[in-house]
């Protein structure tokens, strides 16, 4: 089992629709967690973290976190195509500054 | 531009010769780390310092492969006798002291491409 799991897609939606990404981690000694945007051939861009519970909002995104459940989601309201890209999904572990990646999700978001 | 900046962005070499990448952290950050990337997949932590202390290592991190942070600024990696396997994206971030909480949020260089023929 990955430490980190994420669907890898591809989701598409609409624009104008919301995109619901989602990522499971099986280490329940993770504490952070880090979504992050990569466009072809580029590296990745950080867009949010979350450290508790429930929901944190940044614009047109959402981050949720579930530890019960191990889980962790990213909304991104109001879809554009220029979001089309793939989103990964870290977790950081208590006691250690490395961040273990998931595979990825790529969206698509078409006019 | 005030981001981490990793040099060169891309590299081609022949199975057997050595390559050192470089990496500049953004200015105030004293953590720095490197990961590799293959197609399809998510980035693998290689190692992590902080200033210029190596404190972690990942099994990844063979024989061939060293990194140093000689002045808690910029780093080098390292690769001796490349292999067609290390063909990757080699990536380098940064982040600052945390000031509470388990903050960790590392912001990410362009990469250095590695192709290995």
């Known amino acids: 089992q990955k430490e980190v799991e994420q669907n890898s897609g591809p989701l598409s939606v609409p624009e104008g629709a919301i995109a619901s990404l989602n990522c499971t981690y099986s280490?329940?000694?993770?504490?952070?967690f880090f979504w992050y945007r990569q466009y072809s051939g580029k590296s990745p861009e950080l867009i949010m973290f979350?450290?508790?519970?429930g929901d944190k909002e940044d614009g047109r995104f959402t981050a949720q976190l579930n530890k019960a459940s191990q889980y962790v989601s990213l909304l991104i309201r109001d879809s554009q195509p220029s979001d089309s890209a793939t989103y990964l999904c870290?977790?950081?572990?208590?006691?250690?500054?490395?961040?273990?990646f998931g595979t990825g999700t790529r969206l698509l978001v078409s006019p | 531009d005030t981001g981490v900046s990793q040099d060169p962005r891309h590299k081609i070499t022949k199975r057997g010769q050595n390559v050192t990448f470089r990496c500049d952290p953004i200015?105030?950050?004293?953590?720095l780390y490197w990961y590799r990337q293959t197609l399809g997949q998510g980035p693998e932590f290689l190692t992590y310092?902080?200033?210029?202390?190596?404190?972690?290592k990942s099994r990844l991190l063979s024989d061939r492969f060293s990194a140093e942070r000689p002045k808690g600024s910029f780093s080098t990696l390292e690769i001796q006798r490349t292999e067609q396997g290390d063909s990757a994206m080699y990536l380098c971030?940064?982040?600052?002291?945390?000031?509470?909480?388990?903050?960790?949020?590392?912001?990410f260089g362009p990469g250095t491409r590695l192709t290995v023929l």
């Open positions: 979350i450290y508790s519970n």
């Open positions: 280490d329940r000694g993770s504490q952070s």
């Open positions: 971030a940064s982040s600052p002291r945390p000031t509470s909480g388990p903050y960790n949020e590392q912001f």
């Open positions: 310092f902080q200033n210029e202390a190596q404190l972690e």
């Open positions: 200015s105030e950050h004293n953590r």
């Open positions: 870290a977790a950081g572990l208590r006691g250690f500054q490395k961040l273990v």
